[in-house]
């Protein structure tokens, strides 16, 4: 609301009127200058406050009073428009690539994970995005050694995404890394120091989660998978994993679709787990994806199933 004082005119007679100088001199801008060949834009008479609609960007705006008499004086003031809103990032539920076999390597870059991020000010186009709050990290180069036994392994990460003003906000999500057909890593393996008899399945129940360790206290700690063994497999395989507390957990099987499989619900213990899987509950040889969730917590590898 404009205000003004004069000897002989009272508060309800004064006109106002306001003029902009949307992009002043630098010289205009430090003295608050006036000049009339760089108004843009002037309201017409008898306003009492200043309604606009201004982009982003540092502005000039004069106010004119006058008096009964007609006697006119101007007071200037510096208009600041600034973005304080961050992005809304949007990630993709998880994106799967693999390992070049020319190259043994895949660079994946921040905005491949990006599902449609946006921003009050600035034009989704012009969004940058980066892995970290070095808006300059905007790829990760991926080799066989970040892939699990030279097969398959998830990484998680976190997507920033960054708008015109310098300001972001992030989403987390995942890159499931595989070994393509190329086989260009090599498969590893675990070294079975016990003996395990695996007997034969029996379809009514296909699988059996095993709390106790025959080969005595495992190096598992907190939550952790590991790769299924025998992988690949015909019969049944074991899936082992840890868990830091006892709790519930969800052992799904999908195929190279997405398409669920398999679900398997229950309990484990704090530490060591098994969960011995029938062949058979699955639908046919090929390459099948296990994940465990448990307390928010996720983890995701690849297996084999041979006839």
Sequence with gaps: MFQAVDNCTTSDQFQYRWELDVNPTSSDLTNKSYNKNSIDTRSGPGVKQLTLTQSIGVSLVHVIVSDRCGNEDTSTFVLTVKDCKRPTPYCY?????????????????????????????????????????????????????????????????????????????????????????????????????????LQKPDKSKPVELITANPAGPRSLSGFTMLQNRPNPFNATTLIEFSLPQPSAYVLTITDITGRVIHTVKGSGQKGFNQVKLDGASLQGSGVYYYSLSSNGQVAIKKMIITN
């Design 93 to 197: 539920n998880g994106i799967v690539t693999v390992i070049m076999p020319s190259t043994g390597a895949i660079t994946v870059w921040a905005k491949d994970l990006d599902a449609g991020s946006s921003d009050n000010c600035t034009l989704k186009q012009n969004l940058r995005f980066s892995f970290s709050e070095d808006s300059t990290e905007v790829n990760k180069v991926f080799t066989c050694d970040d892939v699990s036994g030279g097969i398959s392994e998830a990484h998680y990460v976190n997507i920033y995404v960054w708008d015109a003003a310098g300001l972001y906000d992030h989403c987390q999500t995942y890159i499931l890394l595989q070994d393509g057909s190329g086989n260009a890593c090599p498969d590893g393996f675990r070294p079975i120091s016990e003996q395990t008899s």
